[in-house]
């Protein structure tokens, strides 16, 4: 009997895949990737390995190499069709070869396959890639190394070929047969002040006292059970920038790669605003596929997604203006409304849809979005009323191309803001989404709250529209800027703008200067931001400018192998072979043709095992047939996939570990004790609250003593309970504003008419009752 020892698939085969080596460099809000996987073939036979990550879709992968034995192999890019036939050709000859893939229907999925890997060889391949790094609102600076790939559902219309369609070995994340280790090195000319992040890491190593660069690691013994985020804080951030680079020297000048590019950064000084905008639909739509019943994070005590879910929802009807329309849609395999159409805001209809929010589950099956995009789209604009559609999901859909054409087709109708939820929700489809439609994406995980970002990003929603976007350019003669971005139409307050350009012409001698100025009007208020820079671009080895410019042109004319209209699946594939960047039409592939060994008969094929999230999938469904108390056989619903289970018993035990379920029982508690959603539930559609027992609770007295205490001689009994909730929310739950920020101003406006010169009176009888050191300032009389 021959016994394998160490790494093992779920068929019990070694695994060939040992380790995965990663290292950072970030230079200011840039980040370039170099990630190294490593290969042995522990078998006695020839070996075709087959590994599927995940990549943030905004990733520009720009180089793939092979290293056999001390032999360096440098990849070709090409057309993807010819790169599978040159691979496949390249194995049947006993060539060793290395292909490496974008899915065909998502941008950040990818597949590395080592094919003819002689027993006892090692094998290392490793890809560059580079990335703009978001800004967050507290001024970090987000890196993110996906490390979890959730599974894609699929529904019947899915592309056949999609690499998701592998199917790939799942394992508990304690019994994944590789390892994740990497090194990141920061520099920023305005120092950097401290580097945080959701994992273990080594101590920040400053390298000069002037703490302008610095090195952080990953503790050893990540699990995959999360994916890997830095957060960067910089002195400043806010400067505008302007980056030049210069083109390759083998290319002609007037080719993308051949003339210097540039990169502009600008942060537009919005003036933060009362929200004026009392007009509106919005569209809450909501997955709640099974997915959804699990916890926000890999941690089981975390809050399940449903439950935040609800929260979310409560938190934004009780936000919303008086006067505008809204619905709420769940989604999954199926989906359905709450309303046939949008509704006006009123507390009647408030009312029934906090009802059946309270009542929501995740309980929908599968990610099916395209059908209730569809149903949204059709239904009939209100005049003066712009739609604002607000989609939060885990994104675990596989097509995700067809839902973000879904959205572009409609983008003049609507704006899209996009939430991911949870460990690896697709970048691909939340921000593709998001893009789209000139909205803004972002990604809740770790110790994130879905209410927060939610909120932030509905008062950003309601925020004046600022009109007439310009870029101008001021060069010397001979000299022009060619925009490679797409034209931008929309500005946010606290987002940065990135702008590629290329610039062709003549370079001027050195110290010579250019200008660029954004305009834009808000208001009726022309606003200018200026950014003065030296006509001098830089070397740079990776082109990184160049590449993510190139990125940038992809992003808008690739949209798959099945989506991307005829006139731009050109422009894709031949901008993507100019640059080295990978695209839907291209692939990598590195063959050594020194070897020559021709196989007998297929390749023993290894497919790697990636870890099974159970923060990130359905709860457990137990099907079993026993004897005598013995378990036979069981099995683990995904949505609607069973996947076996047999070989993992201690996932059973997991099922019924006491943190688990306590979150189940106060999932089905409703609100339990959580006083500040409770007092936000009782509030009106008109920013007031009613004097009764649920107030009295929240507020931990009794109604006898709070009717007892009313000035009923300068308010009535709604002023009253409406100020004393007021003061609570700035007394107890000072650190969520933001999440309350909307709703307590409806109430103060409220006030403001209600109570008009008594106010003052009964804010001090209030504190004065509730004992609260809250300051009176805060009513702005």
């Known amino acids: 009997m021959v016994h394998f020892y160490g790494l093992l698939t779920l068929q019990r085969e070694p695994v060939p895949l040992k380790s995965i080596s990663v290292s950072v460099s970030i230079y200011e809000f840039v980040a370039d990737v170099s990630a190294t996987l490593n290969y042995e073939n522990a078998e006695k036979v020839p070996l075709e390995a087959v590994f599927l990550f995940p990549m943030d879709e905004d990733s520009a992968v720009y180089s793939f190499e092979a290293l056999v034995d001390g032999k360096k192999i440098v990849a070709e890019l090409q057309d993807k069709m010819k790169a599978r036939t040159n691979y496949e050709k390249a194995i049947s000859q006993g060539h060793q070869a290395f292909l490496l893939e974008e899915d065909s229907s998502s941008r950040d999925i990818f597949s590395c396959n080592v094919g003819n890997l002689q027993p006892g060889s090692k094998a290392s391949v490793t890809l560059k890639y580079v990335q703009e790094l978001p800004l967050e609102t507290d001024g970090a600076l987000r890196f993110v190394l996906p490390a979890v790939l959730n599974p894609r559902y699929q529904f019947s219309g899915s592309s056949k070929d999609s690499c998701l369609n592998v199917k790939t070995p799942i394992v508990p994340v304690e019994d994944l047969p590789y390892t994740l280790s990497m090194v990141a090195t920061i520099d920023s000319k305005h120092g950097i002040e401290k580097v945080q992040s959701n994992c273990p890491l080594s101590p ?55 003339d210097p590019s540039a990169m502009v950064s600008f942060y537009p000084n919005i003036p933060e605003d009362q929200p004026s905008n009392t007009c509106g639909e919005f569209v809450f739509l909501m997955d709640r596929s099974g997915s959804m019943q699990s916890p926000m994070s890999s941690q089981d005590t975390s809050q399940l997604r449903i439950q935040a879910a609800k929260e979310t929802l409560i938190l934004l009807l009780k936000s919303l203006p008086m006067g505008c329309y809204f619905n709420i849609y769940g989604f999954g395999s199926s989906y359905e409304a709450y309303f046939p159409k949008s509704v006006k805001y009123t507390q009647q209809t408030m009312e029934e849809a906090l009802g059946r929010v309270k009542l929501m589950q995740a309980d929908l099956g599968g990610t099916e979005i395209l059908a209730p995009l569809q149903n949204i789209y059709r239904g009939p604009s209100i005049p003066g009323h712009p739609l604002q559609l607000f989609v939060f999901t885990d994104g675990e859909v596989t097509d995700t191309f067809s839902v973000i054409k879904e ?9 899209c803001f996009s939430f991911g939820i949870g460990e690896g929700a697709s970048t691909s489809l939340i921000k593709g989404i998001a893009r789209a439609s000139g909205g803004t994406s972002e990604f809740i995980t770790g110790k994130d709250r879905m209410q927060s970002k939610a909120l932030r990003t509905l008062k950003r929603s309601l925020q004046p529209v600022v009109e007439d976007v310009s870029l101008s350019w001021h060069l010397p003669p001979g000299l022009s800027a060619k925009m490679l971005s797409p034209e931008q139409t929309v500005i946010f307050r606290g987002q940065r703008l990135i ?72 422009d894709a594939l031949n901008l993507s072979l100019e640059s080295g960047v990978i695209s839907s039409f291209t692939a990598f592939i590195a063959i050594n043709r020194e070897l020559n060994k021709p196989v007998q008969g297929p390749l023993a094929h290894r497919d790697i095992p990636r870890p099974m999230l159970l923060g990130a999938s359905t709860p457990l469904k137990i099907r079993c047939q026993s004897g005598l108390g013995k378990l036979k056989a069981c099995s683990y619903s995904y949505d609607k996939t069973w996947m076996s289970l047999e070989k993992f018993p201690c996932l059973l035990e997991r099922t019924h570990s006491s943190t688990h379920r306590t979150n189940l029982e106060t999932y089905h508690a409703g609100f339990g004790e959580n006083h500040l959603v409770q007092l936000i539930y009782h509030q009106n559609a008109n920013g007031s609250w009613d004097l009764n027992e649920d107030l009295a609770k929240v507020l931990g007295v009794s109604l006898e003593e709070i009717t007892a205490a009313h000035p009923a001689e300068l308010v009535d009994s709604s002023g009253w309970a409406t ?37 003052p009176l009964v804010v001090k009888a209030a504190i ?14």
């Open 723 to 759: 100020i004393l909730a007021v003061i609570w929310l700035h007394g107890n739950g000072k650190d969520l504003k933001c999440e309350w920020e909307l709703l307590e101003r409806k109430a103060m406006a409220w006030m403001r008419v209600h109570a008009g010169s008594t106010m």
């Open 499 to 570: 702008i590629y350009a290329q610039l062709t012409g003549r370079m001027p001698a050195a110290e010579t200067t250019g200008k660029v100025c954004l305009k834009y009007t808000l208001q009726g208020k022309t606003f200018e931001d200026k950014a003065t820079f030296l006509l001098q671009p830089k070397p740079d080895v990776n082109f990184t400018i160049h590449r993510l410019a190139a990125k940038s042109l992809l992003q808008t004319k690739d949209m798959g192998l099945r989506e991307t209209p005829a006139s731009d699946k050109k």
């Open 204 to 258: 920040t190593e400053y390298l000069g006292e002037d703490k302008t660069s610095a090195q952080v690691s990953l503790a050893a013994g990540h699990k995959f059970d999360r994916d890997v985020e830095l957060l960067i804080y910089y002195s400043e951030v806010h400067t505008p920038s302007v980056v030049l680079e210069m083109g390759m020297p083998k290319m002609k000048p007037g080719r993308l790669m051949g």
């Open 768 to 781: 004065t009752f509730l004992k609260s050191s809250v300051d009176p300032a805060i009513f702005a009389f």
């Open 407 to 415: 959205v572009r087709i409609n983008r003049q109708k609507h704006r």
